[in-house]
């Protein structure tokens, strides 16, 4: 699968952006998407992941109450709605797919980079003060 980001801007601190990733090959609704960011300097972080028909969802505490992950299957897109933006969330945005096995009860392997096949290209977030 291909992955395309897009949506990221400038943006105040306390506003709001909405990402997008749409994705391009086949049986979208078969992978995990998940989305992570990069900051200059900084190892890229786990953000937000949906499972495969969008029963479970997860959140970095950082972003917790402020982040909304959704995907619309039929339009092979996944979301990631921000609120009450901070400067300490400027970061290029990176959305990822994996098709391996979906979120469970158990294991929250989905929040470790590594474990996602596809990566998009990136988007960049910067909150101004």
């Given at each position: ?26 049986a ?26 969008s ?43 994996d ?31």
């Amino acid at each position: 699968v291909q992955l395309q980001a897009c949506g990221g801007g400038l943006v105040q601190a306390r506003g709001s952006l909405r990402l997008s990733c749409a994705a391009s090959g086949r049986a979208f609704s078969s992978y995990v998407m998940g989305w992570f960011r990069q900051a200059p300097g900084k190892d890229r972080e786990f953000v937000a992941a949906i499972s495969r028909s969008s029963s479970r969802t997860d959140y970095a505490d950082s972003v917790k109450g402020r982040v909304t992950i959704s995907r619309d299957n039929a339009k092979y897109t996944v979301y990631l709605h921000m609120n009450s933006l901070k400067p300490e969330d400027t970061a290029v945005y990176y959305c990822a797919a994996d098709n391996s096995r979906n979120i469970g009860t158990g294991s929250n392997w989905y929040r470790r980079r590594g474990e996602y096949n596809y990566w998009g290209q990136g988007t960049q977030v910067t909150v101004s003060s």
